[in-house]
């Protein structure tokens, strides 16, 4: 089906219970099929034959980050081969910790290839959500077991009190905590992987961290764009010293986790929304100043390009997403913030279908 004429359909449905559940079926068809063509696209870019993922502007390093995230679109694309490579390559050089989480980084030309044991939460959170996943996508209990076993670690080692003794996911096992609380990365807790892991595992403290995390972010955007980095004390939420207190490369995954969380209406994507109003077309801001909502700086980039096209499509009810279309040349971070926008689309947003 064409995408204006599905979108034809689409308007014509707008008032009808159909839309007002899981995407149509038609919508589902031939989002899979975009999926699996761009996934090939992206794994030829940024993935090499062992199964690990390169940031190329970073020294081509590799991050637990960017194996969950990859591991989670091979599992979304239905690619088994891939998913199990990256998965491998995790186990033999990032999980070398005392517990099940992953160092947070290797870098293939240093003398030492991973300097730092400590873990980054959101990879570790992607990586057992990509297990989630595959383990009902591809009928394998294994992976059932390796999601339980991170899950674990992460409730028992990365959860602080937050406000109201409220639990919150902490950046990384240590290195955070200050004299008046913890320095905390509100994109770092995806609501809805976090729900969909504790429903598996019962872990209803991953849940409640979940709804902390929404919370936070609901206080933060009251006064501005959702910041990168916050300080948590006891008094309230505020700037962390040494730390970005603007919505920049971090912050701009909250508006696109909180669609894909069915959180439309969060006031983050407000927030959002407003500021990316001010740029000019064709561009999105990727460093917003978080009281003013001014951009700082903005980019052509496809990927960041389609979470402004994505936000600002469920803020303001419309029917179809100005996303551009994927960008096989693209670095491996906008390129995969575009994947999971097409993967948030699908799921949670099928009106906002790309036209």
């Known amino acids: 089906m064409k995408r204006r004429a599905f979108l034809s359909r689409l308007a014509a449905l707008s ?14 068809i031939e989002i899979r099929s975009r999926i699996e063509d761009v996934w090939s696209a992206w794994r030829d870019a940024h993935m090499d034959a062992n199964g690990r993922v390169i940031d190329g502007p970073q020294q081509n390093a590799s991050h637990s980050e960017g194996q969950g995230y990859g591991m989670l679109l091979a599992a979304t694309a239905g690619d088994r081969s891939a998913f199990d490579r990256m998965d491998a390559w995790c186990r033999f050089n990032l999980e070398i910790r005392e517990d099940r989480l992953m160092a947070w980084r290797w870098l293939p030309d240093a003398r030492i290839r991973v300097p730092d044991l400590n873990n980054a939460t959101d990879g570790d959170l992607f990586r057992a959500w990509a297990l989630l996943r595959a383990a009902q996508r591809f009928d394998a209990p294994g992976y059932m077991q390796a999601a339980r076993d991170i899950v674990s670690d992460l409730v028992t080692r990365c959860i602080a009190q937050g406000p109201d003794a409220q639990p919150l996911l902490m950046p990384a096992v240590h290195g955070f905590e200050t004299t008046d609380g913890f320095v905390y990365n509100p994109c770092y807790a995806m609501p809805l992987a976090m729900t969909e892991l504790a ?11 979940a ?15 959702v910041p990168d980095w916050v300080e948590v004390t006891s008094s309230g939420l505020r700037a962390a010293e040494g730390f970005s207190f603007d919505a920049g490369y971090e912050a701009m995954r909250i508006p696109l986790y909180y669609v894909w969380s069915g959180l439309s209406d969060h006031p983050a994507l407000l927030r959002y929304t407003e500021a990316q109003s001010r740029v000019p077309a ?29 936000t600002s499509c469920v803020v303001t009810g419309q029917v179809g997403a100005i996303i551009p279309p994927f960008d096989p040349r693209a670095e491996y971070y906008p390129a995969t913030l575009q994947m999971f926008a097409m ?13």
């Open 282 to 310: 064709g561009t999105a801001a990727v460093v917003i100043e978080r009281q003013t909502g001014h951009p700082r700086a903005t980019s052509t980039e496809a990927g960041y390009r389609s979470i402004a096209a994505l």
């Open 343 to 355: 993967i948030a689309q699908a799921e949670a947003a099928p009106m906002c279908v790309p036209i």
């Open 211 to 225: 709804k902390g995390a929404v919370e936070v972010s609901r206080q933060l955007a009251l006064r501005g764009v």
């Open 15 to 28: 008032g009808s219970a159909a839309l007002t559940g899981s995407p149509l079926m038609a919508q589902q």
């Open 199 to 209: 429903r598996a595992f019962d872990q209803p403290r991953l849940a409640a961290a």
